[in-house]
Each structure stands twice: as C-alpha cells, then as structure tokens.
C-alpha cells in the first residue's frame, strides 16, 4: 500500500511539471458572503460579567460595546440595539424597544452593574438571545440583518449555577450557538486573556473570520474585529470607482493545485463585494500570477462585469517554480496600471499574495520604490513560511493596516473582511 501512495505521489508531481496544470477551482456565488453594505441591523450585545474578569476589565467592555455603537444610527428605522449580560444565569438588561436614540442606548449601557458572578453559562445567554431578543415582540425586524456579539474571557462553566457537568454545559453552548445561526444570526466572538477556548468561541461565531482573540483587554479598540463592527462591514466604497490588482503567488512552495485554488477563491470572495465593471463609478480587477516569471492573466479593462471576472479566474492554470516576487511587480507597472486612462484621482492598489520570501530580494527592493513612487498602494498578505519583514517593505505604510498575516492558505478567508475594509476606506477617501 505505501508503495502504492509513493506512486502516486510521485505521478502527481510529474504530472504538474509537464507543462501547465489547469486548475479545479470552482467558486460558488451563492456561497460567499457578500460585504454588500446594508448599514442598518438588529444588533445583541453578550457581555461577560463573571468574577474572573474583574471590574476594571468589566468597564473595559462596556467602552468596547461605546465605540463600536459609534459607527451605527441607532433610532426606530436604524440600527437598533439589545443588550444581554452573563455570568451565573443570564439577563436581559434592554431589548431592541426599550431604546430609541444613541443617547439612550449608551445611557443604559453605563448603567449595567457588574454582577460578579462564579460561573460562566455561554449557552443560557445565547438561549434567551434566541428566545427573548431576536423575536418580533422584543423589536426585533424581518427586514433587517441581525447581529451578535459575544464577548468574554474564559470558556463555558456552569458550576454550581445549573446542574450541569462541564462536557453538559459545553455541548449545550453549541447548540444554542448553532440554533441561532440557524435562525439567520450572524455571531461575532470575541475572546479575552489566556482563559478562553477559542476552539469553543469559533464554533460560537460565524466561522473563524468573525471570531477574534486578543491577549488583553487593553488590546480591544486596536483589534481587526473592532473596525470591522464599528463599520458593520461596510466601508464607504459604494458607488466609488476603483482600479485593483491581484498579484498570485503560483510557486511550487505552495505545494498543489488545490492550494492555488485557495488563493483564487479567496479573490472571488473579495471582490464579490465590489460593483465590478468599466463605467466611471466602477471597481476594475485585474490579477498578475508569479512563480519564476510573472504574466498578467487579465487586465483591468478585461471585463465589464462581475460574472465573466470570476470565469476568467477559472482558467488561471497552475505551474511550479521559484517566488521572482520582483516580477510580479514589473508587471504590475508596466502592464497592469500602464494603459489605464481614468483619472488619477482613482485610487490604484496592487495586492501581494505570496507562501514565501522573494528568490531575488534585491530586485524586488528596487522595483518596490518605482512602484510606490507611481502612488500605488500596496497591500501584502503573507501565509506559511513568508518573510514578514519583506512583507512590510512591499506593502504600504503603516503596515498594521497594509499588512496580513495567517497560518496557511487554508486561513485566508480570516482577513479578507479586514482587507476589503481597508480598501473601502482607501477608495472612500479618493
């Protein structure tokens, strides 16, 4: 049998090195989620108030939950807002009725008292957001998107609160999470300090890329799901025209087709959320693959349209060779923004995406200064064994909002909200 697998390892190798090898991407429109911006919404708040979080670190959260209300209108046509507090039991502070102005809102969220409680009972909270808020006679509305947010510092634990054991308590916390994003929710989690089970806070929320940990509660205002909540996933880029291209690291540190497929869907997911086309109120795509040359698979004038974008990403095929990263960028300025003819007020971004460190770092240093001097912006995404200083040299400065880094290809999806934020309030600047 191993020297079976052996065999066809070593074919399907030999098979990628004869010429090119086309990809088996397939994306599906239907199942991307859409960063159409739809401001308004239905929006819970699940604070943490047990004993282990502190006081001090309690009103840390509040400000948290202030902040993020910032970027919302809160009245009867807007956003409206409810709040749930959790620690031994759970309890409705306000629902979606009982505020109707931001004034309010903040007012009654200063007013919650930090309970102090022994135990941690996740799934009693989730239950009565399910049961008590998202419910027509708590205000909630068909016609708006209903959000989620959970935050807390440690993992699920009902102690002496409900007789439940631990593993109960647990299993009951996901399936309260799952019968709420069952009902339409979308969960954001939230997860503070070195006590929290982030395998349980990404099965609460709604997949890894609306789950955050951060080390310290001080950590929270500067983190990428804070900007992603205070914007509600929409970012000021509608009707605003745009021109954007992505370079694709093809180089055979990736390792297979279904890797490269990863990045390409990543790119679909993305620009999903643009109004893609050629009219002056468009965003225009192009996408520039790499490994030891780099070719522009289509350029920005290529496509008028969202539908026919994404079957061109189908037929970019996948070969193996070194990262000439610095080629990708020669590219990008002498074919991908050389023959563009609208106005230079429309902003220009470049978008790296590579597994690993330049084979000629040199170059790529040289090429980066004539393409920065052009004013293009350069947005660097970095997984695997990548060079994150030679990242942040590519990128744009400041690198905290030009800069991503993930695990693997596997992880790409995580910052993809982050990065279409970045790039809507780029072209909501222009």
Excluded at 64 to 86: D, P, Q, S
Aim: proline residues 3%; negative net charge; charged residues 25%.
């Amino acid at each position: 049998m191993e020297i079976i697998k052996k065999y066809f390892y070593i074919l399907s190798w030999i098979l990628l090195y004869i010429g090119r090898t086309k990809s088996q991407f397939i994306f599906n429109l239907t199942e991307s989620t859409s960063t159409e911006c739809t401001k308004d919404a239905d929006l819970v708040f699940l604070i943490d108030t047990s004993r282990s979080l502190g006081l001090r670190a309690y009103q840390k959260e509040l400000q948290f939950v202030e902040r993020v209300l910032e970027g919302y209108e809160i009245g009867t046509n807007r956003t409206k807002v409810a709040v749930i507090t959790f620690s031994a039991g759970s309890r409705l502070e306000f629902d979606f009725n009982r505020y109707n102005t931001k004034a309010d809102v903040l007012q009654g969220i200063r007013n919650i008292p930090y309970t102090d409680g022994m135990s941690t009972t996740i799934y009693r909270a989730l239950e009565q957001a399910r049961r008590e808020v998202f419910v027509p006679e708590a205000g909630d509305r068909p016609s708006f998107k209903n959000l989620a947010v959970i935050l807390t510092d440690g993992e699920t634990n009902p102690g002496s609160f409900d007789p439940y054991s631990f593993l109960m308590g647990k299993t009951l916390t996901r399936q309260e999470a799952n019968q709420l994003k069952f009902h339409g929710v979308e969960v954001f989690g939230i997860g503070v300090g070195h006590r929290v089970d982030h395998v349980e806070m990404v099965g609460i929320s709604s997949g890894s890329k609306n789950y955050l940990r951060v080390g310290d509660i001080d950590d929270l205002e500067s983190s990428r799901l804070f900007k992603i909540l205070l914007n509600n996933v929409c970012a000021t880029c509608n009707n605003k025209p745009a021109d954007v291209i992505f370079m694709v690291d093809k180089s055979s540190s990736l390792g297979s087709v279904a890797n490269f497929d990863k990045e390409l869907s990543f790119i679909a997911r993305f620009v999903d959320g643009f109004n893609i086309g050629q009219g002056p109120r468009d965003v225009r795509v192009g996408v520039i693959s790499f490994s030891t040359d780099a070719q522009l698979e289509f350029g920005l004038s290529s496509y008028d349209d969202k539908s026919s974008l994404l079957n061109a990403l189908l037929n970019i095929d996948f070969s193996l060779g070194n990262t000439y990263t610095h080629k990708a960028f020669e590219v990008l300025l002498n074919q991908g923004f050389s023959t563009s003819t609208r106005p230079s007020t429309v902003p220009r971004v470049g978008v790296i995406m590579t597994d690993g460190q330049s084979t000629n770092p040199y170059k790529l240093e040289d090429i980066i200064m004539k393409v920065k001097l052009k004013g293009i912006e350069i947005f660097s995404i970095g997984f695997g064994s990548v060079d994150v200083t030679e990242l942040n040299m590519m990128a744009t400065v400041p690198d905290h909002t030009h800069v991503f880094v993930v695990d693997d290809v596997h992880t790409l999806d995580t910052v993809r909200d982050e990065l279409y934020l970045e790039i809507c309030n780029l072209i909501g600047q222009s």
